[in-house]
């Protein structure tokens, strides 16, 4: 489905913002306006659930050339959104979202185009996707350490233990390995840096 509407105005001459809140301008609320006149016109339906949007920028009378392409998104988006033309324009509805530039015509417009797509990508919020890990996820039980009974001649030594599980005695011995290693290898380096000079 394709909908021409009028040039939007620039992001920045779109809201004022006061002391007491922040505002449409007059421009922006005369293009709002002027775009639903022109969807009732065209009998434009849009699309609900996931789409794809398409503009295109027109160029011609009433486009300034330097203007950034991106900048015709915001508010075209927002129009569509608000007037129920597609769901939101957030990651869940706006799924695509493409820009171009057609060839000029004498006066410049914007060509919308809404599909809607059938293979949808499944964005989940932060609560849906702990859910989903929690649910796809098997919780492995803990297994049971064995009790073994220390004597006075037997070593208790034998229990398997995690890797990352360190008495203080032996963080200073690894402490002491790598430094005299590290010690041996700044040699090492120094050497082969005089062998070359």
């Keep these: 489905m394709m909908l021409e509407l009028p040039v939007p105005p ?7 913002f006061t002391s007491r809140g922040v505002f449409k301008k007059s421009r922006y609320i005369h293009w709002l306006a002027e775009s639903a006149i022109e969807a009732n016109r065209q009998a434009f339906q849009g699309c609900t659930g996931p789409v794809s949007v ?19 998104a915001k508010c075209t988006l927002d129009f569509l959104g608000s007037g129920g033309y597609i769901s939101g ?30 293979n ?8 849906e996707a702990k859910q989903a890990a929690r649910a796809s996820v098997p919780r492995a039980k803990k297994a049971k350490k064995p009790k073994v009974e220390a004597s006075a001649n037997i070593k208790v030594e034998d229990e398997p ?7 203080l005695e032996e963080l200073r ?25």
């Design 10 to 16: 620039s992001v920045n001459h779109c809201w004022r």
């Design 120 to 127: 949808p990508i499944q964005i989940l919020t932060k609560a």
């Design 54 to 72: 398409a503009i295109q920028v027109i160029p011609g009378e009433g486009w300034n050339i330097m203007r950034d392409i991106d900048n015709v």
């Design 161 to 167: 233990r995690d890797s990352f599980f360190y008495s």
């Design 173 to 197: 011995e690894i402490a002491r390995e790598a430094k005299s290693r590290g010690k041996a290898m700044a040699t090492q380096i120094s050497a082969q840096c005089d062998a070359c000079r």
């Design 89 to 118: 324009d957030d990651c869940r509805t706006l799924q695509v979202l493409s820009i171009s530039v057609g060839m000029p015509e004498p006066k410049a417009c914007i060509r919308v185009t809404v599909q809607a797509i059938t």
